[in-house]
Every structure is written in structure tokens, then in C-alpha cells.
């Protein structure tokens, strides 16, 4: 799995570099996946309130005490454990300003979040497999940022966005009650869903059924309410076991068993990371061509309109001077071919002033009207193809971001967008994204396969 990732990132990097980059930088989309993000380690986010048991997990994943624990909160701060020949604690600034890492994207958080930042590098089995990242414990909100003097939710969605499995813990006392835990939910983990493992643990510490049918009614209530879905997700009822801790009332058979497979989730991550690279760089593919294909064709729209209101103009000029040349070859008065060539000179210019205010106008139209755009652009593809609601939906997505840049930058600080450049995108869309995903499938398949025994 390792070599079929690093080939899948190097062809993803590729086709970022050769499709991607060219119109993004034209016509002036978000920033896309660094190289560093692309061709860095599979990542697992950790999340929870305090005193959830996250790190106790993580120590128990490592089989060593590598962070601190405790029912108080024990750590302000964002945990990277990676895998390291040596043990080595690095500070934030080393991590963001280390180009080879993929955590430069965290120095836009301020210095306050890059002193809340450190890495631990550990040499571990699981570790060379993945990364983790343990957070703080989430809270009850002390201000607009929680208290923490650093965006906390924007931080948490940066992380979450690059990872492959996003852990949320949660503990009996505190089933989804904490104000930083709600808005998480729904700002920060909002659209990422799929990667989401939902664990309760501490499931030894029940004393009867009724209190963890109490605990475990709660804690589907509280998530219902921020997770938008039908059915709610797995949550794994489990538990880590801590040497010197009381002898659990339930039977914990059902318990142990949601713990491996938690952790054979984890293990999965770098599959995850592979079919996550190429979803990403499929979603951003889409996203960006719709965004160039419209804002090309209303600055192509309104080239048109103006190229018209300019031959209207200029017709106007060429027409009254051409009477004023014909007046005086006829003999007609002086001061009449003068004030036929004066009309035709304040024609012209107020031609030009009204040419700019009807250009100005259709330029506001247009970034207001870039839903018909789309509508007139895609019109063949919406009556034919069988699921339009992702065409709209996908453009749902994009139309702020196309409308603020052509409200801020003019439609017609875009140049034109080649074929050659359309036709690149649509090859990466087509025919190598898919490839790559059938060949990451075909890979997974031939892994699951049991071996053939010989006699």
C-alpha cells in the first residue's frame, strides 16, 4: 500500500501541476493542496472533550505514556505524533516553517496557535504507518474563540479536512454537551462526515444497563441534532483498559470487540488516504472548471456587448463626419460642416460616456446574473444527463467564490480559456482520476483476497 501511494500522490501532484494549475492561477481560484499536503504521511484527528479518554487511547495505541492524562484538562495544545528513529520534541515554529512538512497552511492561525503546536516523533510500527494528531479537549466556550486565544474551530477544520479518519470521543458524564463540541459539529467537521468514527468510551465505568441506555440515548439525541443525516453513524461503545482501574459491571466482550475495530479503522487510514487524495483533487478539478467556464463565458458575453456598443458609437462618428465632408464638397456653408463635424465629435464622446455606463451596467448584470450563465452554458448537459441535481449542486457550491472574484477583480481582467486548457482538465476528469481509483480498487481487492492454499 505504501508504494501505491506514493505513485498515486506523484500522479496526483502531476495532474495538479499540469491541469490544474494553469486555469486556476488565471482565473484566480482557492488555493489547492500543497505538495507537501499531497505527499504527506495518511493523518488520524483526534477529537473529544476533556477527559473523554483521547489520550489515553493514543498511549494505549503506542504502548507508551506519551501524553499526559487526566480527568482536569492536561493540554492546551495540538499533539503531532509521528514516526521519528529517535525520540524528539519539535515546537510549532519548526513544524510550520519546515517546508517538507505539510503544516505550513497552520502559520495563517497566528502565533498563537503555532505556540499551541508541537510534534512528537516516536518510533512506533503504527507510526510509520500514519500520523496522529491529539487535540485539546473540547470545552464549554469562554468567549468568540473558547478562550484559547487562537481560532479553535478553524483550526480543527484545517485538520480535519487533510485527514483521513477523524476520531470523536466522547464520555459518559459529557455525551455531546459542551458548548466548543457543537460548534465543531457543525462548522468545523460540517460536509466531512464520511470520515467521521463516532467512540464512546469509558464503557467500564457504567454501573447498570440503564446507565448506559441513559448515556447512549443522550449522546445519539445530541448528534442528531448537528450531524444533517437520515441514519446516524456507527458509534463504537468501548473502552482502554488501565492497569489498577475497578473490574467493569458489564460484560465488556462487545466492548473489546469495538475497540479493534477502531483500531483496524485506523490501520485502513492509508487506503482512506489514497481514495480521500483522489476525491479531493476530483472535487477541486470539477469545482475549478465550472468556476473558469462561467466567468469565461460572461466576460465573453460582455466582450460581445461591447464590441457591439462601439460599432454603434463609431458607426455614429463615421456618418456625421461623412455629411460634413459631403456638405462642403456640395458648397454647402463653412459653419455648417463645422457644426456637422463638432456633432459628430460630441457624438463620439458621449457615445463613449454612455458606451462605458451600458458596459459598467452589463458588467454588474452579469456577476448578479451568473446563474443564467450557468443555466445557458450547461443547457444541454442538464436535459441529458441523468442526475442534474449534482451539476447544480456542485455549482451551488462554487457560485460564491465565482461572484465574489468577478465582483472584485472585473470580468474582464480574465482572459480567454483555451481548449487546450479545457481539454486538459476534462482528461484528467475522464480517463486519470479514474484510472488511478481503479487501480487503488483493484489493489484493495487483490489485499482482501485469502491466500490460495497449495497442498
Not at 341 to 368: K, P, S
Request: charged share 25%.
Amino acid at each position: 500500500m505504501k508504494q501505491l501511494l506514493e505513485e498515486i500522490a506523484g500522479a496526483v501532484a502531476g495532474i495538479y501541476r499540469d491541469a490544474v494549475d494553469p486555469i486556476g492561477e488565471r482565473f484566480t481560484f482557492k488555493r489547492r493542496a500543497t505538495e507537501g499536503e499531497i505527499k504527506g504521511p495518511p493523518l488520524v484527528l483526534i477529537l473529544g472533550n476533556h477527559s473523554s479518554g483521547k489520550s489515553t487511547f493514543v498511549n494505549f495505541l503506542l504502548d507508551d505514556d506519551v501524553q499526559k492524562t487526566g480527568l482536569a484538562p492536561t493540554d492546551d495544545g495540538f499533539t503531532i505524533l509521528s514516526f521519528g528513529e529517535k525520540e524528539e520534541v519539535r515546537d510549532g515554529n519548526a513544524i510550520v516553517g519546515n517546508p517538507e512538512l505539510a503544516y505550513g497552511g497552520l502559520r495563517g492561525f497566528g502565533d498563537e496557535l503555532v505556540t499551541h503546536l508541537r510534534m512528537k516523533l516516536r518510533n512506533h510500527e503504527l507510526l510509520r504507518q500514519v500520523t496522529l494528531v491529539d487535540s485539546p479537549g473540547m470545552i464549554d466556550a469562554l468567549g468568540d474563540d473558547g478562550g484559547r486565544g487562537f481560532d479553535f474551530p478553524g483550526t480543527v477544520r484545517w485538520f480535519a479536512e487533510r485527514a483521513d479518519v477523524v476520531l470523536v470521543f466522547f464520555d459518559p458524564d459529557k455525551p455531546g454537551t459542551t458548548g466548543e463540541t457543537l460548534q465543531v459539529f457543525t462548522q468545523s467537521l460540517s460536509g466531512i462526515d464520511h470520515k467521521l468514527l463516532i467512540v464512546m468510551n469509558k464503557m467500564d465505568q457504567f454501573r447498570s444497563l440503564q446507565d448506559f441506555a441513559r448515556a447512549y440515548g443522550a449522546l445519539c439525541w445530541n448528534l442528531g441534532k448537528v450531524i444533517p443525516r437520515k441514519d446516524l453513524p456507527l458509534i463504537y461503545t468501548t473502552f482502554v483498559p488501565v492497569p489498577g482501574a475497578p473490574e467493569p459491571l458489564l460484560p465488556v466482550g462487545d466492548f473489546e470487540k469495538a475497540r479493534h475495530e477502531l483500531v483496524a479503522e485506523i490501520q485502513k487510514a492509508p487506503a482512506r488516504r489514497v481514495d480521500n487524495m483522489l476525491t479531493q483533487v476530483s472535487d477541486f478539478s470539477e469545482k475549478l472548471r465550472l468556476h473558469a467556464r462561467v466567468l469565461d463565458q460572461a466576460a465573453r458575453d460582455l466582450r460581445r456587448f461591447r464590441a457591439k456598443a462601439w460599432t454603434g458609437v463609431v458607426a455614429s462618428v463615421l456618418l456625421l463626419a461623412a455629411a460634413g465632408a459631403i456638405a462642403i464638397a456640395a458648397g454647402a456653408s463653412v459653419w455648417y460642416a463645422v457644426f456637422l463635424f463638432v456633432a459628430a465629435v460630441a457624438a463620439g464622446y458621449a457615445g463613449f460616456i454612455v458606451q462605458r455606463a451600458l458596459v459598467r451596467r452589463e458588467e454588474v448584470h452579469l456577476q448578479n446574473g451568473l446563474d443564467e450563465v450557468f443555466e445557458r452554458l450547461y443547457a444541454r448537459e442538464l436535459l441529458v444527463r441523468e442526475r442534474t441535481e449534482d451539476l447544480r449542486s456542485l455549482w451551488r457550491r462554487v457560485h460564491d467564490r465565482t461572484r465574489e472574484t468577478s465582483i472584485k477583480l472585473g470580468l474582464l481582467s480574465f482572459p480567454r480559456l483555451r481548449k487546450d486548457e479545457l481539454a486538459r482538465i476534462d482528461q484528467a476528469l475522464e480517463r486519470e482520476i479514474p484510472e488511478l481509483r481503479s487501480k487503488l480498487h483493484k489493489k484493495t481487492a487483490s489485499a482482501r483476497e485469502p491466500a490460495v492454499q497449495t497442498a
